[in-house]
């Protein structure tokens, strides 16, 4: 059974999270939603990604390129999962079916630095079910 000053905290964290939703701004609560989420998938945060790691990152994409290079053309795609930003790129593609801005994926790879960006080169990617 809880004690009295179990249920005070107990009624304060709630308080504390009902005002939290009601100053924050959308695109921080997106963010949280989206640390939830890879949180419970068990995938690294995008923020303590190092150079070098095998990781397995899940978010949302914000933004999908192609980039028509004269060699090489490459499909670039933003990856946000609410602490930072990894771009994914693939080489030689122009278009793969489902990587769309907005779509929620889990992708994984080793991190490497391209102008201070982290970037996933040919991910392994799965794309999530649409909510």
Known sequence: ???????AVGERGG???FLRRLTASDSELDAEELQRDAKQCGSMPALRCQ???????KGRLRTVVYTPRTNLPTLE????????????????????AGIEP???ITAKGRI???DGRKVLYNPYYELDTPR
């Open 15 to 17: 308080l504390r999270k």
């Open 112 to 114: 490497a630095l391209r």
């Open 77 to 96: 795609a933003e990856l946000f999962d609410g602490s930072d930003l990894v771009t994914l790129v693939w080489l030689g593609r122009r278009h793969i």
């Open 51 to 57: 150079r070098g790691q095998i990781v397995r990152l």
């Open 102 to 104: 907005g779509r929620a």
């Open 1 to 7: 059974m809880a004690t009295d000053s179990e249920s």
